[in-house]
């Protein structure tokens, strides 16, 4: 103990751990201990692979069952999304498991009617299929990239002869979403349409999306379900007239020479339009004639008044009228083979023509008889009935507004001309389809723009840099803090080990050469006791027998000369 005392105090990183207190000695050797009984446990623990990941509780649960029956030791993840079973067992568990047929996917589809019951009631079947249905439509969502996992309900009313007392399915979608990504507008109402599309009778419109945070992806029906719809519309007709103009004016004027704005007015009510409109009557050659009646009626040798004269005999007598003779008239007469038709005379043309020709037909033969014609002609009634149904979105006024830089030749910015305005104005009317009947207006303004500034701040007030800069402070600080650590407790602790265990075997190999040393004196001292008892034997025969040691003196004297004479031949 004397002398590991001092050899302790040699050491440097233990005289430390002196000065320290009670309480920091004891933490420091506790996190020893600890790192090494953490190195020891993770040396020794095998290395584990992910097996499954983003399983549902009910999977979860199936398969860990699974894997303690196979006798496969198995973790989880740190935020329990993953089963982790050793490295070398992942391909064997797995095709185990998929011969039990897991995972099954979160929902259950149409599995459910391969497990159909003998005796099961017409609701339990309904209630069986639209549940089927409804994990059918999850699975499918589910196959969208940013939807992590889906539950669909399906409002399926049941079917009545009764046509007022039918409604309208509906159906929600819940949705959970995986942590930074969202649904897109054309996602949600493609989602939409998968579920519409897959339930009979069910409209796009009675679908809703939730997502995990109880936000409405889809918007309302009404006004604000119609809102973005309207805004992007009338969006995409003023950017889309922008960039006309400023693709018809850039190769002309120079690129950023040109800023043009454009303000559309649309108009999104519905309107539909019933109409029916007669027309006024028209001329009997023009009017579509739909059936025409002819008659004529003759009657000869009629006789004279006869009887008691009366008060028609005492009136005067009518003036006399002589017969009119036509030609053409007497040569029908006289041939009436030749008289016109009706198949000879075209519809709605002629017809006080053919009138008097009946008349003179009827006089000539019998000018003292009577005659009388009467046609009866039907024309059609002009009817229109129109049906006209609005666009949802019609332009009513567009206003372009447009400004031109001056023009920069021999370093000196000009205006343009009177002329050159008028042309850029034109072209302008061609590109947004002016139309004055919609009270379209366009304004084309030449003016100096100002000289860009340099309005970018300066890169230590930049959010993004001085975010990035505390992160970097951040960790610099852990590295300082670990490294001062490291250098203050952890290397002396470390060095005085290493220099104690040096000190050790140094004292130890002493020792060895101070055991060798006493073991070679004691050696020693041994054989010189020995040569001592040997010549104090010596002495006492010597003593006891003169003439015998003698003899035996002789001897090796005579044994040493052979040898010498030996050696010599």
């Known amino acids: 103990m004397s002398q590991a005392a001092p050899m302790i105090e040699r050491v440097p990183g233990l005289n430390f751990l002196r000065t320290l207190p009670r309480a920091a000695q004891i933490g420091a050797a506790a996190a020893v201990v600890a790192l090494i009984v953490v190195a020891t446990m993770w040396s020794r623990t095998p290395d584990y692979s992910v097996l499954f990941s983003n399983l549902d509780d009910r999977d979860g649960g199936v398969i860990v069952n699974a894997l303690g029956q196979m006798n496969v030791p198995y973790q989880f993840s740190d935020n329990g999304s993953a089963i982790l079973v050793p490295k070398e067992k992942v391909h064997e568990a797995r095709m185990q498991l998929a011969s039990q047929g897991l995972p099954r996917g979160g929902n259950v589809g149409f599995e459910l ?77 493609a989602i939409r349409w998968l579920v519409s599309s897959s339930v009979p009778s069910l ?30 519309f009338v969006s995409d007709i003023e950017h889309r007239s922008v960039q006309r103009i400023l693709t018809i004016l850039n190769p002309l004027l120079g690129p950023g020479n040109v800023r043009a704005q454009v303000s559309a007015d649309v108009d ?86 053919r009138l008097s020709t009946l008349e003179a037909q009827a006089r000539l033969v019998s000018p003292s008889g009577n005659a009388r014609t009467d046609i009866t002609t039907n024309y059609e009634v002009d009817r229109t009935i129109s049906h006209v149904k609005g666009p949802a979105g019609e332009l009513k006024r567009l206003s372009v507004a447009v400004v031109i ?27 947004v389809g002016y139309s004055a009947e919609r009270g379209d207006t366009i304004s084309v303004v030449n003016s100096r723009f100002t000289d860009p500034q340099d309005t970018s701040i300066p890169f230590w007030k930049n959010s993004v840099y001085t975010e990035t800069a505390v992160t970097l402070l951040k960790y610099l600080l852990f590295a300082i803090l670990f490294f001062v650590f490291w250098r203050v407790v952890v290397n002396p602790i470390i060095q005085g080990l290493i220099q104690a265990r040096s000190q050790a075997q140094v004292m130890r190999e002493e020792v060895e050469e101070d055991l060798e040393r006493q073991q070679a004196a004691k050696e020693r001292a041994a054989e010189i006791n020995r040569y001592e008892d040997n010549i104090s034997t010596a002495r006492s025969m010597a003593e006891k027998d003169p003439r015998a040691v003698a003899m035996v003196l002789r001897s090796w004297m005579n044994n040493k000369d052979n040898d010498d004479d030996n050696k010599r031949r």
């Open 113 to 189: 009617l391969d497990q159909s019951r003998f005796g099961a009631s017409q609701f339990t079947e309904q209630v069986t299929y639209q549940r089927a249905l409804e994990g059918e439509l999850a699975n499918s969502i589910r196959a969208v990239h940013a939807v992590q996992e889906a539950r669909v309900h399906l409002a399926i009313p049941r079917e009545t002869l009764f046509v007022r007392d039918r409604q309208p399915p509906t159906a929600s979608v819940l949705v959970s979403i995986y942590p930074g990504r969202t649904l897109s507008e054309g996602q949600v109402a």
């Open 203 to 232: 409209n796009a419109e009675n679908v809703s999306v939730v997502d995990q945070d109880g936000r409405l992806l889809t918007p309302p029906t009404g006004e604000a379900g119609g809102s973005n719809a309207q805004r992007d």
């Open 268 to 353: 999104f009510a519905r309107r539909e339009q019933t109409s029916e409109v007669y027309r006024p009557n028209q001329k009997p050659g023009e009017a579509a004639v739909r059936s025409e009646q002819s008659s004529v009626a003759l009657q000869n040798h009629t006789l004279g008044a006869e009887g008691v004269p009366g008060a028609l005999t005492n009136q005067a007598p009518v003036n006399p009228v002589a017969p009119i003779i036509d030609e053409n008239a007497a040569a029908t007469a006289a041939n009436p083979a030749t008289t016109p038709t009706d198949a000879d005379t075209p519809d709605n043309e002629n017809l006080d023509a």
């Open 405 to 431: 830089n001056h023009r920069y030749i021999d370093k000196e910015y000009t205006s343009l001309e009177a002329e050159e305005l008028e042309n850029i104005r034109a072209l302008v009317m061609q590109a």
